[in-house]
């Protein structure tokens, strides 16, 4: 019977393998449609606990860098401002963005909120969440997270915050790993470069990003990710392909003017 056991699991994680949007092997255990049910209580109850903004031009220009971006992969997302000070955006399953309106102020010109959402986007389209979520159910054999999300001060719905990957905004701090970080950047890159947005500004994005944060602690979008040394040097080796694509773009017509 014991042997039995550990073949189903066995063959249940065969199965559960499944390629990222980068080339990268996952253990993918959850259905879409779960994480997206976890992904659309999350920001529902983001949507209740925090202030929105109805800044007319924050929420035109991240409306229309948002749509620009997400043309690129399909399906309909909801786009939310969030009144709050902290240099921070997020994009959960479920199609949901929400931008922090210090983000708004930090970046210097469209194309650098465009690597902002398009990184954010990049983590929902290679399914970190379900990677983080499925490692979480391999280890611990069962979770009953759905339930818990309209709760996000309680130890289960902590968890579920923190696997979204939203989980500072209740005080947890469960950040991305630094391999789910670079894997993002590359899609934002090419996202950004398809829906007509110069991707060199992606770099500009993330010396403003340091230059900003500096000697003010972990910041949420930054945690964990590769120095900015290395992410640098990694952007650069990617950024021919990504021309190509944005190049690909322009002769499209695709010139997004958001801000």
């Not at 969440?129 to 999300?149: D, F, P, W, Y």
């Not at 500004?201 to 120095?227: C, D, Y």
Request: hydrophobic share 40%; with cysteine; charged share 15%.
């Amino acid at each position: 019977m014991l042997r039995l056991f550990y073949i189903f699991i066995f063959t249940a994680l065969i199965s559960a393998c499944t390629t990222s949007p980068t080339g990268r092997s996952q253990l993918i255990m959850m259905p879409d449609n779960q994480i997206n049910q976890m992904g659309l209580q999350a920001f529902d109850t983001l949507k209740s606990d925090k202030k929105i903004s109805y800044n007319p031009q924050y929420n035109q220009a991240s409306q229309c860098i948002a749509q620009a971006i997400v043309g690129e992969v399909g399906g309909s997302w909801e786009v939310v401002v969030f009144e709050d000070e902290s240099p921070n955006a997020f994009a959960l399953p479920g199609n949901k963005i929400g931008v922090h309106t210090g983000m708004l102020r930090l970046v210097q010109n469209q194309e650098q909120l465009a690597a902002v959402i398009g990184h954010e986007v990049g983590h929902v389209l290679a399914k970190h969440s379900n990677e983080r979520a499925s490692q979480e159910l391999a280890v611990k054999g069962g979770m009953n997270i759905l339930g818990a999300m309209t709760m996000p001060t309680s130890a289960l719905g902590q968890l579920g915050f923190g696997l979204l990957g939203v989980g500072a905004e209740y005080g947890v701090l469960k950040p991305w790993g630094r391999t789910q970080e670079s894997e993002a950047d590359m899609i934002s890159v090419d996202l950004m470069a398809k829906a007509g947005f110069d991707p060199h500004h992606s770099i500009g994005l993330w010396q403003r990003m340091e230059q900003a944060t500096q000697g003010k602690g972990n910041v949420e979008f930054l945690s964990t990710h590769p120095s900015h040394a290395t992410r640098i040097q990694d952007l650069e080796q990617h950024m021919p392909q990504a021309m190509s694509l944005f190049q690909q773009a322009q002769a499209m017509g695709k010139q997004p003017h958001c801000i």
